[in-house]
Nanobody, 120 residues
Framework: VQLQASGGGLVQPGGSLRLSCTVS????????MGWYRQAPGKQRDSVAI???????TYADSVKGRFTIARDSAKNTVYLQMNSLNPEDTAAYYC???????????????WGQGTQVTVSS
């Protein structure tokens, strides 16, 4: 199983970015898909998580600005980020919880980080 994240970059305050994370490999069910972020010197925190039933939860700091969505046909999760501010600057990581054929267990995988920098 591999996760490929993309979409980070440099944006001015007030701007927008969309992150994508595609999961590939032998997958049975994608149970949860989510985005986390980690700023330098800080712990990695949850930003947004979406379930297989499209139920989403958000960190208080991003509510009303960020939207998480998933495309189950493409095994892809998106994070639309609007009204970005410098406090959103961080490396953003996708994480999934899934099952694979032939195993009764759930597994978690992380993607590589994609850097988001909000600066004028």
């Amino acid at each position: 199983v591999q996760l490929q994240a993309s979409g980070g970059g440099l944006v001015q305050p007030g701007g927008s970015l969309r992150l994508s994370c595609t999961v590939s490999g032998s997958i049975l069910n994608l149970i949860l898909m989510g985005w986390y972020r980690q700023a330098p010197g800080k712990q990695r925190d949850s930003v947004a998580i979406i379930s297989r039933g499209d139920s989403a939860t958000y960190a208080d700091s991003v509510k009303g600005r960020f939207t998480i969505a998933r495309d189950s046909a493409k095994n892809t999760v998106y994070l639309q980020m609007n009204s970005l501010n410098p406090e959103d600057t961080a490396a953003y990581y996708c994480k999934v919880r899934l099952t694979i054929p032939g195993s009764p267990y759930e597994y978690e995988y992380w993607g590589q980080g994609t850097q988001v920098t909000v600066s004028s």
